[in-house]
């Protein structure tokens, strides 16, 4: 009789299943037939140990730590982290929390009182909170000649409205390092900045949230939202810890969304396709069992995930998990026609478990190419999905034949209809597709006829699958990576939106890059012709494409606004001595005398023997493409004006522009590790090189059609599209 396209022997009676498949692959197929006959016997061990294993794995859920580390995208070899560590040494965490405050007026005594009191609670509050820097603290040279101190125009309190607060104004304003930088020149906008020391211990990422959640539970105190009524200012955080706990909230929120309706999705599915309730419980257990024990025992063994790419597993997971049950489900009830509940689930388990085991491998071995991409967070998601997928696939064939075997024995096992065919498919070219599924469902029999038709007209259809596959081929070239943070995210979300407004106002800006030029010189910078040489750097970097200018003034930060401030006040505040002296004495007495005058932001710019030092640029917004080629043009001039030394830009722009790089090598070692562990695996189980290029063709035509598309309408590869696509 036969089965399905497999045939049974008339004279096996009982039924047998090691005698129901022949050939090389019916060897594999009996192995599973007869394991399945073994777990099915022996169900109550087989559900026990699979409870306890589940219970054990889902009590490490409470435990479960979330990642977002962006040091995993690089590892301590590569050149910017090399860079980096040597900026933190010497300069500390170049992190802030920054608060942009918006006000018809920024002088008015009320609005100076709530940023002193809102930096005092931020700097007693806040981990790792280092020093301030605000219209109310902030260190200026005042004075003139041998009187010459620097000190805070506010020190001694805030005046009221009236002349001394205008004097106090019209100083502050007189001054060229903070108009159009700490506050605009039409006196509308100003910034509170909170620096930080550098954080400590293995998990950066969680110092960085203890960081953002102290300080958005202070500045999103309803005592700072204009007290006494009337909109007379706006707060508008920012900063990178600040943001980081932002996004860690929104992407929390939001993969509970997704992970919901993927459920609902799975849900829908299995009601379709099984149209049972056992049918619908069992592969939802698979999800919950597959997906929670890789996570739970993950955070047994103290391994955090990553929260920004954790989705992807639980929704590869949950779609795999349908897929494999439902052709498990499917070929039971197939066979549960003619045969016993019991016989019916060892048939099942023998034509389905071994394609589905392949499928399995073959998607962990995609899956690992992670491993090749170079990059810590990507080789996280490669491991726990490909572990994911194993999990999945054992619950499946472990969990459904065995709770499917419950029920009743089935009465009047009805028998084949006559007049088929014995033997192998293979031997009776006479049978039709169709003739298969004798006593198929309606789907069946449309997707036998399907098949059929295309057996049919296989030249025209292969003719026309390689024509579209040849359409999309030009597509991929014009592929581009870019990592549009506000693409990426979307305005919708409020906290991008705030962001967003912070880079239209008029000093307002999020991202920045630091120049960092060394030299094994101490005292190098104490030299005249070095600093001017650095000043004339500065306007370089001001010149390059997508810093931030406000007004007329390009937002580049250094040392040499400090001296030249100096070199003006030490003379009678003439603004003609508004620059780097050539007397290395007198810039050296410069330097020394806004040192011992309790300047604090001295060692923020110029390290501590003069041998390095820092500027700091502002930017208009994220184009990854744009940002990449600007950090080369700021390295190359920086290079050029220093011949000899080592000049370098590190901060988190420049990891995000190194990150471009590996994004594009990065997927094609995937691309590649994949296709390669695919072919070797087709080849090995088909034993036949010509089935195993046939077979890649489904796996490679999917990504020259979805890599054409992406192409063609202009959608750039970015982080997570580049996760999604291996």
Not at 155 to 175: C, F, H, L, T, V
Not at 343 to 355: F, K, N, R, S, Y
Not at 389 to 403: A, C, G, K, T
């Amino acid at each position: 009789m036969k089965i399905d396209g497999m045939y049974r022997p008339p004279e096996a009676a009982p039924y047998n299943p090691a005698s129901y498949t022949r050939g090389p692959q019916g060897r594999i197929n009996r192995r599973f037939a007869q394991f399945s006959a073994f777990q099915i016997r022996y169900r109550w061990l087989f559900i026990a140990a699979l409870a306890i294993f589940t219970i054990i794995g889902l009590a490490g859920f409470p435990r479960m730590t979330t990642n977002d580390n962006m040091d995993e995208w690089f590892n301590e070899y590569d050149t910017i982290e090399i860079n980096t560590k040597r900026f933190e040494a010497l300069f500390g965490n170049e992190d802030q929390v920054l608060v942009l405050i918006q006000a018809d007026d920024v002088f008015d005594p009320g609005v100076l009182t709530m940023i002193r009191d809102l930096g005092a609670e931020l700097l007693e509050k806040v981990p790792y909170a280092r020093e301030l820097r605000s219209l109310t603290d902030m260190s200026i040279s005042m004075g003139s000649g041998e009187s010459i101190e620097v000190r805070s125009p506010f020190e001694d309190g805030i005046p009221p409205a009236g002349p001394e607060m205008e004097e106090k104004r019209a100083y502050i304003m007189s001054r060229s390092s903070l108009v159009d930088m700490l506050v605009s020149d039409d006196c509308r906008e100003t910034w509170l900045a909170l620096s930080l020391y550098s954080y400590e211990g293995e998990n950066e990422s969680r110092e960085m949230y203890s960081v953002g959640k102290a300080a958005q539970e202070i500045i999103t105190d309803p005592k700072w939202q204009n007290p006494g009524g009337g909109v007379r200012y706006t707060l508008k955080p920012a900063g990178m810890a600040y943001t980081e706990w932002e996004e860690n909230q929104t992407v929390m929120v939001e993969t509970g969304k997704r992970i919901i309706g993927g459920f609902i999705v799975v849900l829908l599915c299995l009601i379709i396709f099984t149209r049972s309730f056992r049918g619908i419980v069992v592969p939802v257990l698979t999800i919950i069992g597959g997906v929670g024990s890789v996570f739970g025992y993950m955070a047994h063994l103290g391994i955090p995930a990553d929260s920004n790419l954790m989705t992807l597993p639980i929704l590869l997971s949950m779609a795999l998990s349908i897929g494999y049950a439902i052709h498990l489900v499917n070929s039971f009830k197939f066979h549960y026609r003619r045969l016993e509940r019991k016989e019916a689930l060892i048939a099942a388990v023998g034509e389905t478990g071994w394609p589905i085991l392949f499928t399995a491998v073959t998607t962990m071995g995609g899956l690992l190419s992670f491993l090749f991409a170079g990059i810590g967070a990507l080789r996280w998601l490669g491991l726990t999905s490909a572990l994911t997928v194993f999990s999945v696939y054992l619950y499946v064939i472990l969990l459904v034949p065995v709770l499917f075997s419950f029920g009743k024995p089935k009465k009047n096992v009805p028998d084949i209809p006559p007049g088929k065919p014995s033997g192998n498919i293979e031997t009776v070219p006479s049978v039709s597709p169709s003739e298969i599924y004798p006593s198929g469902t309606w789907i069946e029999q449309k997707f036998c006829r399907f098949g059929e038709l295309l057996l049919k007209r296989r030249k025209p259809v292969i003719f026309i699958a390689f024509l579209v596959i040849a359409v999309f081929i030009p597509g991929i070239f014009r592929m581009t990576v870019n990592m549009d943070y506000f693409s990426l995210m979307g305005k919708k979300i409020p906290y991008i939106n705030r962001l967003a407004e912070i880079i239209d106002a008029k000093i307002g800006s999020l991202y920045t890059y630091t120049v960092m030029v060394s030299s094994g010189e101490n005292d190098f910078f104490k030299d005249p012709q070095k600093m001017r040489d650095l000043d004339s750097l500065a306007a370089d970097l001001g010149a390059l494409d997508l810093t931030k200018i406000s007004g007329t003034r390009p937002r580049v930060s250094s040392v040499t606004e400090i001296v030249k401030e100096m070199h003006r006040t030490l003379n009678g505040d003439d603004p003609a001595f508004y620059t780097i002296p050539g007397d290395p004495a007198l810039l050296a007495q410069l330097l020394f005398l806004y040192e011992i005058s309790g300047g604090g932001d001295l060692f923020n710019r110029i390290s501590e023997d003069f041998s390095t030092a820092v500027l700091t640029v502002e930017l208009t917004g994220y184009d990854g493409n744009r940002i990449a080629k600007t950090v080369k043009a700021a390295e190359e001039t920086a290079r050029a004006r220093f011949p000899g030394e080592d000049a370098v830009v590190v901060g988190m722009i420049a990891s995000f522009a190194e990150m471009n790089n590996k994004v594009v090598y990065g997927e094609l070692k995937s691309f590649a590790g994949s296709f390669l562990i695919i072919f070797i695996l087709l080849a090995l189980v088909f034993r036949s090189i010509r089935t195993a290029f046939i077979g890649m063709i489904p796996n490679i035509a999917p990504v020259i059609i979805i890599g054409g598309i992406m192409g063609y309408a202009k959608i750039p590869l970015d982080m997570l599209t580049m996760t999604i696509c291996p």
